[in-house]
């Protein structure tokens, strides 16, 4: 069985038919019932917050956030954002407490910086990693999300990702593109191994790393994160042109290749005060 992200873009395969049929179906409400509460456990908002629902669809997910009870820090306030106009639609009909927004989150997220405590996505990134057409890159698709989902949260602020990776490529591309944009990233998958496999991609904003930062993390695999632009800076600097660790690695070099070179001393790459 083909999988919905195959067949066509999420704005024409949800068109009205099939976006009743996804709202009224028991299964998947039981479903996103289901994985929505585990969004919420990862997330452990301590307090009524914030949240943006990423894919909200009907607001199936939504209602959800709008009952939590005070005993778990609810309820929420919450804004969706979908690609489907006949999703939305039928969360108008529904009279969902959110406020919902009519964009592709592939093209970005489009909130001003720090606006939200937290954000939640449930079946809705992997869209992100198919290319419809020749000039579309799954990579920059990604990219834009991840850099505007960043930007839109609050320092400290967390985010859980539900998706459905086609394969390991995939989900190391999502992750990937999650920890290029700044995030320290965790994978956690319930029911391995099961054709009910699901995975979710836990973030936080801020400092790199989520330990102690998103709680109940057992079984939550921490992705390691790539340098920091400071790192990276710092790393940079120890060989920079005309440096004196830049000049003794050049004058090894031309050693190694057979050429004459000054003997090191105290003065090796000193800096000259500028003659006026």
């Known amino acids: ?83 489907s106009a006949s999703m939305l639609d039928i969360a108008l ?27 939640i996505s449930i079946s809705a990134v992997q869209w992100l ?18 850099n505007g989902l960043y930007a839109s949260l609050r320092r400290g602020g967390k985010a859980v990702c539900q998706f459905y990776p086609k394969n390991e490529a995939q ?7 999650a920890i290029k944009a700044g995030f320290g990233a965790g994978l956690l998958e319930d029911g391995a191994a099961t054709k009910n496999a699901k995975v979710y991609l836990v973030l936080s904003v801020g400092g790199g790393a989520i330990e102690g930062v998103v709680e109940r993390m057992d079984g939550v695999d921490v992705v390691e994160r790539g340098k920091t632009n400071q790192e990276r800076k710092r790393k940079s600097n120890v060989l920079t042109k005309g440096s004196k660790q830049w000049i003794l690695r050049k004058k090894e070099q031309m050693e190694r290749k057979g050429k004459i070179v000054k003997t090191n001393s105290k003065f090796s790459g000193r800096r000259r005060r500028i003659a006026w």
Not at 103 to 116: E, L, S
Not at 129 to 146: W, Y
Not at 171 to 177: E, I, K, Q
């Open 93 to 119: 009909q529904r009279d969902v407490e959110g406020d919902l927004l009519l964009a592709d989150i592939g093209q970005g997220v489009p909130f001003r910086a720090g606006t939200f405590d937290a954000a």
């Open 1 to 83: 069985m083909s999988r919905p992200e195959d067949t066509l873009p999420p704005d024409l395969f949800y068109n009205d038919s099939e976006s009743r049929k996804y709202t009224t179906s028991s299964r998947i409400q039981n479903v996103q019932v289901e994985m929505t509460n585990r969004a919420l456990e990862l997330l452990s908002l301590p307090s009524p917050s914030l949240v943006l629902d990423i894919g909200c669809g009907s607001g199936l997910s939504g209602e959800i956030l709008s009952s939590v009870p005070p005993s778990d820090g609810g309820p929420h306030i919450w804004v969706g954002m979908d690609i």
């Open 129 to 146: 990693c198919n290319a419809e057409s020749s000039d579309t890159s799954p990579q920059a698709r990604l990219t834009r999300f991840f």
């Open 171 to 177: 989900r190391d591309m999502v992750s990937a593109a």
